[in-house]
């Protein structure tokens, strides 16, 4: 089984201030982990993917990740928040051996100017 | 055309009819997906297409939903005497050989379905 938490159902940032937004996962093999973003009225976006390799990975519209294995977590980060991030944001995992993508519940953001 | 295509956007209906969801995904994607979005909620996954075959329908929630999927291209998705807790957004997701096998899903914009 496989399974995704996102504990914060909002979050809130002032333009320019660093964002994070939280996941954790739970997998019975290696993990595929994403973040995807929808915005008003429009589907899901893909941003980024961890697959294997460095733990840092680098996605669409300067967001990052970090795979940290021993707290089975996979945070999105971005340095300097800006209005226009404000959206849905879910984090997905997948098994290795899967074709399924499990999502979280999903994360607001609001980004205010 | 270029991205994953939905049909009805949007689509209101009575209490025990039946609806038809269209897709039509990224042209050569050979992997197809339905979820479902409740309000509040995360997506939750329905059924999963290779080609034409159907290897997941686990996630259907009862038996008045169906999905069929033909010439390894468009999907209709099928929900029999409606339910008012059947009202969701509706997304399909398709993704390429390559896709299928690390999850890079490219998604639709959806079909919002009510149910009164």
């Known amino acids: 089984a496989q399974s995704v938490a996102q504990p914060e159902d909002q979050v809130n940032v002032a333009e320019g201030n660093p964002l994070t937004v939280k996941c954790t996962y739970s997998v019975s093999g290696n993990p595929y982990l994403f973040w995807y973003v929808q915005y008003p009225n429009r589907g899901l976006q893909f941003l980024l993917k961890?697959?294997?390799?460095?733990?840092l990975v680098k996605g669409s519209y300067g967001f990052e990740a970090e795979f940290n294995k021993s707290q089975t977590s996979f945070h999105l980060k971005k340095p300097s928040a800006l209005v226009s991030d404000s959206a849905l944001y879910f984090c997905?995992?997948?098994?290795?051996?899967?074709?399924?993508?499990?999502f979280g519940a999903g994360t607001t953001v609001t980004v205010r100017a | 055309g270029a991205g994953v295509s939905q049909s009805p956007s949007n689509k209101v209906t009575e209490k025990g009819k039946d609806v038809e969801l269209r897709c039509d995904p990224i042209?050569?994607?050979?992997?197809l997906y339905w979820y479902r979005q409740s309000l509040g909620q995360g997506l939750e996954f329905l059924i999963y297409?290779?080609?034409?075959?159907?290897?997941?329908k686990s996630g259907l929630p009862s038996d008045r939903f169906s999905a069929e999927r033909t010439g390894g291209s468009v999907s209709t998705l099928t929900i029999q005497r409606t339910q008012q807790e059947d009202s969701a957004v509706y997304l399909c997701?398709?993704?390429?050989?390559?896709?299928?096998?690390?999850?890079?899903?490219?998604f639709g914009e959806g079909s919002r379905l009510t149910v009164l």
């Open positions: 961890y697959i294997t390799g460095d733990n």
């Open positions: 042209s050569g994607h050979t992997a």
């Open positions: 997701a398709s993704s390429g050989r390559q896709g299928a096998n690390t999850g890079e899903l490219f």
């Open positions: 297409f290779q080609g034409n075959s159907a290897p997941d």
């Open positions: 997905a995992v997948r098994d290795i051996n899967d074709y399924k993508l499990s």
